[in-house]
């Protein structure tokens, strides 16, 4: 890849090689996309069912990297994600052996399902993408991104996500249901072999190399942001720290999410700058889990959400 033309060209073709096996998730592929190329972390929420799993699948075959995935269970360990070290007699010494989290793509699943101790395990390596076991730092990669997943409705069993943790997910992404024509779609699929429980009827060849992958990620960074954007993403992160409706605002950290997510979709949508609707169609995912809704409101029945785009509709766009 030498030019904007040819990059634009590829993420195209990574698209449409999960949305070929994604049917009606356009919105959430270029969300998530963005964001891996953006070096970030994704919170995927969504009912079981929605093919959360398959689109990270997918993606990770499409970006030919290393996947991985964990389980996240009540009785899972720090020790069962990180790996352990263990005494050899042979040697006489202690061994690494890895745990699963030494991969590219990680999908944590259900992560709000294993209690703090163990969530706590992945602070480190999502935020220096490095994991510490017994005094000894180990380096998981520049590809290395964390996928995770949790059901919005069932909070039996479950340990919410300290905001500490939160704050370390670029995104926090909803899948909903897709159209009833993407649905009946999916069902011609399944007619025509495709089954999302055998990996070889929907497991695409790789698009790109994982050269290409960091190539791409370079070029985001690359990405042109005016001034006049970057004062519009600050007035959205600093409006949700004076609105009313919320006890906890957004974070410089918001701040700087809501930019590098705004440079990678724009690269995403073909373009080498960023623009305001790229701000403001990426804010409610950058921000809905970096702030707090006021208890009264949340007893009204109204969302963060809510609040963001009432802070979007607010704050004035350049033009």
Request: zero cysteines; charged letters at 25%.
């Amino acid at each position: 890849m030498t030019d904007l033309t040819e990059t634009s060209a590829v993420l195209q073709r990574i698209r449409e090689t999960v949305a070929a096996r994604v049917l009606g998730q356009e919105e959430v592929i270029d969300q998530i996309l963005a964001a891996f190329i953006a070096r970030g972390h994704v919170l995927l929420e969504g009912v079981p069912g929605t093919a959360k799993t398959l689109m990270v699948r997918v993606l990770a075959a499409a970006l030919d990297v290393r996947f991985g995935r964990v389980q996240f269970t009540p009785d899972l360990m720090p020790s069962d994600v990180a790996g352990v070290s263990v005494y050899q007699e042979s040697s006489r010494a202690f061994e690494f052996r890895p745990g699963p989290i030494f991969t590219d793509l990680l999908l944590a699943d259900e992560i709000n399902r294993a209690p703090a101790k163990t969530q706590s395990a992945l602070l480190e390596a999502m935020q220096e993408r490095q994991v510490t076991v017994d005094g000894v730092t180990h380096s998981l990669g520049d590809i290395f991104s964390v996928f995770a997943t949790q059901n919005p409705v069932e909070y039996e069993g479950t340990y919410p996500l300290p905001e500490a943790q939160l704050d370390r997910f670029l995104v926090n992404v909803r899948v909903n249901y897709p159209a009833r024509s993407a649905e009946l779609a999916m069902l011609a699929n399944y007619s025509d072999g495709f089954d999302a429980e055998r990996a070889e009827t929907f497991m695409p060849a790789p698009v790109v190399t994982r050269e290409e992958v960091l190539q791409l990620r370079s070029f985001a960074e690359n990405v042109n942001v005016t001034p006049e954007v970057r004062e519009y993403i600050t007035d959205i992160v600093r409006a949700t720290r004076e609105d009313a409706s919320l006890t906890l605002g957004a974070s410089p950290r918001a701040a700087v999410a809501l930019f590098r997510i705004s440079r990678a979709a724009a690269l995403v949508a073909g373009r080498d700058f960023a623009t305001p609707d790229d701000v403001k169609q990426h804010s409610l995912p950058v921000l809905r889990h970096r702030v707090l809704l006021a208890p009264e409101l949340q007893v009204e029945g109204r969302s963060t959400d809510d609040v963001i785009n009432a802070v979007l509709a607010r704050v004035p766009a350049p033009k």
